[in-house]
């Protein structure tokens, strides 16, 4: 089935009155789900084949999805969250997901005149960012986490992380083990992280949180550069700001893009992380713990790494997780991770300072 006819029948599906002129073209660059424009004369919507591999229960993903939605839409409509929300289409059918050519499928309202970035040009522009992210988290601090599901059962669980690294290196299923013995060497030397995050999650509270603060999944508005919307919900979960602030870090201090092979470059931009801190912290202020403060500079060390370990568990399994474009791309982007994460212990007395001074 070519790509008009699908365009044709899920916008059908989405109720769409003229249906028969839709066309479909690809958005964005995530690495698992896959997400369309789909345009007609009169209508825009984002269209997104979700990955059921990936996430075991698509049902669960909305539910929690639609429950932040709602959340945020009473916040907003007494002048507690000026942000835009992403919300779900309801199909004809009175479902939120559809089934279409063997996938499934959702529909979301397009927030139109956006655009967003793969890399921080600049400090305001982390401000902006990561001050997004904190209203987001700020607005949600009454929500209780416990009402969303688990779609991706300890996500963030390092040792569980790490278990996972083990077994696909004794296994060597694809004889990839060879080709990158000293990353393989270089992770095994890291795991000590473990114990030092579990001390510390120990005393910090539950809350929800986004799990993939990725300046990619920040919209700003065309017109002002102001931030527009945080997208991509579909790995809220409950848990702890420390991810959150921790992958802040990983994807907006580097110049260089996560898959870059100028590891050179891949360096953290300490004037980027002062002001993605600065951005974060400030709609949380009265809100956030001592501890949970103390607490993102463990998350700075772990997101980098663990992302990078993850890409490298991948590569070794094979490429079964996150979406390639050639046979190398897991390995470079572990690389590419690990060349962050050398640099974020190398300034560690650095950061820590200008975490400590806010």
């Given at each position: 089935?070519?790509?008009?006819?699908?365009?044709?029948?899920?916008?059908?599906?989405?109720?769409?009155?003229?249906?028969?002129?839709?066309?479909?073209?690809?958005?964005?660059?995530?690495?698992?789900?896959?997400?369309?424009?789909?345009?007609?004369?009169?209508?825009?919507?984002?269209?997104?084949?979700?990955?059921?591999?990936?996430?075991?229960?698509?049902?669960?993903?909305?539910?929690?999805?639609?429950?932040?939605?709602?959340?945020?839409?009473?916040?907003?409509?007494?002048?507690?969250?000026?942000?835009?929300?992403?919300?779900?289409?309801?199909?004809?059918?009175?479902?939120?997901?559809?089934?279409?050519?063997?996938?499934?499928?959702?529909?979301?309202?397009?927030?139109?005149?956006?655009?967003?970035?793969?890399?921080?040009?600049?400090?305001?522009?982390?401000?902006?960012?990561a001050n997004a992210f904190g209203q987001f988290a700020a607005a949600l601090a009454d929500f209780d986490a416990q009402q969303l599901h688990a779609v991706i059962p300890d996500f963030h669980n390092l040792a569980m992380r790490a278990q996972q690294f083990k077994n696909v290196v004794n296994s060597n299923a694809f004889n990839r083990v060879a080709q990158c013995q000293a990353e393989i060497d270089f992770c095994f030397e890291q795991?000590?992280?473990?114990?030092?995050?579990?001390?510390?999650?120990?005393?910090?509270?539950?809350?929800?949180?986004?799990?993939?603060?990725?300046?990619?999944?920040?919209?700003?508005?065309?017109?002002?550069?102001?931030?527009?919307?945080?997208?991509?919900?579909?790995?809220?979960?409950?848990?702890?700001?420390?991810?959150?602030?921790?992958?802040?870090?990983?994807?907006?201090?580097?110049?260089?893009?996560?898959?870059?092979?100028?590891?050179?470059?891949?360096?953290?931009?300490?004037?980027?992380?002062?002001?993605?801190?600065?951005?974060?912290?400030?709609?949380?202020?009265?809100?956030?713990?001592?501890?949970?403060?103390?607490?993102?500079?463990?998350?700075?060390?772990?997101?980098?790494?663990?992302?990078?370990?993850?890409?490298?568990?991948?590569?070794?399994?094979?490429?079964?997780?996150?979406?390639?474009?050639?046979?190398?791309?897991?390995?470079?982007?572990?690389?590419?991770?690990?060349?962050?994460?050398?640099?974020?212990?190398?300034?560690?007395?650095?950061?820590?300072?200008?975490?400590?001074?806010?």
């Open positions: 089935m070519n790509s008009t006819q699908t365009a044709i029948i899920l916008a059908k599906q989405f109720g769409l009155s003229d249906a028969l002129q839709a066309s479909i073209s690809p958005i964005g660059n995530g690495h698992i789900n896959s997400t369309l424009l789909l345009k007609t004369p009169k209508h825009a919507l984002v269209l997104q084949q979700l990955n059921n591999q990936v996430f075991p229960s698509l049902t669960s993903l909305v539910k929690n999805a639609r429950l932040i939605e709602q959340h945020l839409s009473a916040k907003k409509a007494i002048g507690n969250y000026n942000l835009n929300i992403i919300r779900h289409i309801i199909s004809c059918d009175e479902n939120y997901l559809v089934e279409h050519n063997g996938g499934t499928w959702r529909a979301l309202g397009l927030i139109e005149h956006t655009y967003s970035e793969d890399v921080v040009n600049n400090a305001e522009q982390a401000y902006t960012a795991f000590n992280l473990i114990t030092e995050l579990e001390a510390i999650e120990a005393s910090l509270p539950v809350r929800v949180c986004h799990n993939d603060t990725k300046i990619n999944n920040m919209l700003f508005c065309n017109h002002t550069d102001n931030a527009s919307a945080v997208i991509d919900l579909d790995t809220c979960m409950s848990g702890y700001w420390l991810y959150d602030f921790g992958d802040m870090v990983r994807t907006f201090c580097s110049p260089e893009q996560e898959d870059s092979l100028n590891l050179t470059k891949v360096k953290i931009r300490e004037d980027i992380f002062l002001a993605l801190a600065k951005g974060y912290l400030a709609p949380l202020k009265g809100i956030i713990t001592p501890q949970e403060k103390h607490s993102f500079w463990v998350g700075t060390k772990v997101m980098t790494f663990m992302i990078g370990l993850r890409f490298l568990t991948d590569y070794l399994d094979g490429d079964s997780y996150f979406s390639v474009k050639h046979k190398q791309h897991n390995l470079q982007r572990a690389q590419n991770q690990f060349a962050l994460y050398r640099d974020i212990l190398a300034k560690q007395n650095t950061l820590q300072a200008l975490l400590s001074q806010l």
